[in-house]
């Protein structure tokens, strides 16, 4: 006994080893400072970063935080992210299973009689199967004698971790685990930031839609004046056919707005998880401006983005099933035992004369597997240098997607200065020609060509707010937005 004990230490001692790489993060060059960054643009700091759970109250909108509660709630592309961690971490556990003997036991009932030495027998196991058969001694007579025997075997079997396999299937269902917690809120900031995105271009139609109907106003009120004009015999009749044609096709822009509109809303009522036919946003025209966002250092990225972060885990994953993969050269180590009590009635299964056990080590080694286990390993590298590798791509992206929302913040905050400015020239010339065209010094085309320039220029510049406002939102969720590093498992 002494000798298993001393074997059974020395298997603890050498258990510690696990073959394979350790991982270590593939390296990536981080940029010290972002290029599209504005001169004079305030940095993060800790105590006025926008939140990392519901940044999209930044915004301060009521309805926007309403319907970003319901997306939290009922989206279903978060509940199929949600269901796959879920499963990720049952992954993890049953991994971890392989770290303790396996116990099983099964009970037999055997019914047998005896003739004249010879032994016919029925045995019924706890399964339910029967067997049937008879044993020849050779003697003859008419002794008969019938019993039964209680059977029930205990089997214990256990493979130590020698070689670190166990240790690093855990390793990599762990990474694994943290790679799905990371898709998932992935899912979720994408999720909320295409609903923000969504609800912020509904507004900027909003908008569009009251710049049209004002314009048709606007253009009613302009055939009234030619039509008056006509009667009076001061204006042409091409005046008034000019004066209609202009306002039909506003009418039938105001109209196409509206499809625009629809559209938006029923994407909207998908991702918060109900029927497009029962979901509707009340008209509201757009007029909030977005805030500033501080943007942080890029290192800082790193830490943010869920994507960076699937990406990476990712990678330790890969990683960790080289180790798996390589483990498989050396021989493996399995402890079996068996005991089992006999005996003819339940109250006597337990005495010493029905006890019997069996206990002893088995290793088993692959000569030759026709280079399987090379293959697997190779595989297994190769698949790590792409994992890799895809983590450094996702890091050039997500630079770039910080870069490209920055300069959108940017320009738009520029572009709207200009086309504010262009609007309100725009809506002077045309007040302009009108007073001209009402003393007569000017064609009607004069005042057409002003009131299309007008109207361009006031739909365009409703067009930049709706597009600042997105490009927010998505400048939001290129630095990461709600993402916190899940806990390890």
């Known amino acids: 006994m002494q000798k298993y004990f001393i074997s059974l230490l020395f298997i603890f001692i050498f258990s510690g080893c696990a073959v394979g790489p350790d991982y270590v993060r593939p390296a990536v060059d981080t940029p010290t400072h972002y290029k599209e960054t504005p001169k004079g643009w305030k940095k993060a700091e800790p105590r006025d970063r926008i939140s990392r759970g519901e940044w999209w109250k930044i915004f301060n909108d009521h309805e926007l935080n309403s319907l970003e509660n319901q997306l939290n709630a009922a989206n279903q592309s978060i509940a199929v992210a949600a269901a796959q961690y879920t499963q990720a971490r049952a992954l993890v556990d049953e991994a971890r299973a392989a770290y303790f003997p396996i116990l099983s036991?099964?009970?037999?009932?055997?019914?047998?009689?005896?003739?004249?030495?010879?032994?016919?027998?029925?045995?019924?196991?706890?399964?339910?199967?029967?067997?049937?058969?008879?044993?020849?001694?050779?003697?003859?007579?008419?002794?008969?004698?019938?019993?039964?025997?209680?059977?029930?075997?205990?089997?214990?079997?256990?493979?130590?971790?020698?070689?670190?396999?166990?240790?690093?299937?855990?390793?990599?269902?762990?990474?694994?685990?943290?790679?799905?917690?990371?898709?998932?809120?992935?899912?979720?900031?994408?999720?909320?930031?295409?609903?923000?995105?969504?609800?912020?271009?509904?507004?900027?139609?909003?908008?569009?839609?009251?710049?049209?109907?004002?314009?048709?106003?606007?253009?009613?009120?302009?055939?009234?004046?030619?039509?008056?004009?006509?009667?009076?015999?001061?204006?042409?009749?091409?005046?008034?056919?000019?004066?209609?044609?202009?306002?039909?096709?506003?009418?039938?822009?105001?109209?196409?707005?509206?499809?625009?509109?629809?559209?938006?809303?029923?994407?909207?009522?998908?991702?918060?998880?109900?029927?497009?036919?029962?979901?509707?946003?009340?008209?509201?025209?757009?007029?909030?401006?977005?805030?500033?966002?501080?943007?942080?250092?890029?290192?800082?990225?790193?830490?943010?983005?869920?994507?960076?972060?699937q990406a990476e885990r990712t990678a330790a994953q890969a990683n960790a099933q080289i180790g798996v993969a390589i483990a498989a050269y050396f021989p493996s180590l399995t402890l079996n035992a068996t005991g089992s009590v006999q005996n003819r009635g339940y109250s006597n299964w337990f005495s010493i004369p029905g006890l019997s056990w069996t206990l002893g080590p088995q290793l088993a080694e692959t000569i030759f597997d026709g280079g399987l286990r090379r293959a697997t390993t190779a595989a297994a590298r190769a698949n790590y240098a792409a994992m890799a590798a895809s983590y450094r791509q996702?890091?050039?992206?997500?630079?770039?997607?910080?870069?490209?929302?920055?300069?959108?913040?940017?320009?738009?905050?520029?572009?709207?200065?200009?086309?504010?400015?262009?609007?309100?020239?725009?809506?002077?010339?045309?007040?302009?020609?009108?007073?001209?065209?009402?003393?007569?010094?000017v064609a009607y085309s004069d005042v057409i060509t002003a009131q299309t320039t007008a109207f361009t220029a006031e739909k365009n510049a409703a067009d930049v707010m709706g597009q600042r406002m997105t490009a927010t939102v998505g400048l939001i969720k290129a630095l990461g937005g709600c993402w916190e590093a899940e806990s390890s498992l």
């Open 105 to 309: 036991t099964s009970a037999t009932l055997i019914r047998q009689r005896q003739v004249n030495g010879s032994t016919s027998f029925v045995s019924t196991s706890a399964g339910g199967t029967s067997s049937a058969g008879s044993a020849a001694t050779g003697n003859t007579g008419s002794f008969s004698n019938v019993f039964t025997n209680h059977v029930l075997i205990f089997d214990a079997s256990w493979e130590p971790d020698l070689w670190g396999s166990v240790r690093r299937s855990v390793e990599a269902g762990t990474a694994g685990a943290q790679a799905s917690a990371a898709q998932l809120a992935s899912v979720r900031l994408l999720s909320q930031a295409t609903l923000a995105q969504d609800y912020f271009q509904i507004r900027a139609l909003d908008r569009d839609q009251k710049i049209l109907d004002d314009t048709v106003y606007e253009y009613q009120q302009a055939l009234q004046l030619t039509q008056h004009r006509y009667a009076s015999g001061v204006a042409a009749r091409s005046d008034v056919i000019q004066a209609q044609t202009q306002l039909d096709t506003a009418r039938a822009q105001a109209i196409n707005n509206k499809i625009n509109r629809a559209q938006f809303e029923h994407a909207a009522a998908v991702l918060i998880g109900e029927p497009a036919s029962t979901f509707s946003i009340l008209p509201k025209p757009l007029t909030a401006k977005p805030p500033r966002i501080p943007v942080g250092v890029p290192s800082e990225l790193l830490e943010r983005r869920p994507d960076v972060a």
């Open 394 to 441: 996702t890091v050039l992206t997500a630079f770039q997607d910080v870069e490209d929302n920055l300069a959108s913040v940017r320009i738009l905050a520029q572009q709207s200065i200009a086309q504010e400015n262009a609007a309100r020239h725009a809506r002077y010339a045309l007040k302009l020609m009108l007073n001209q065209y009402k003393a007569g010094t």
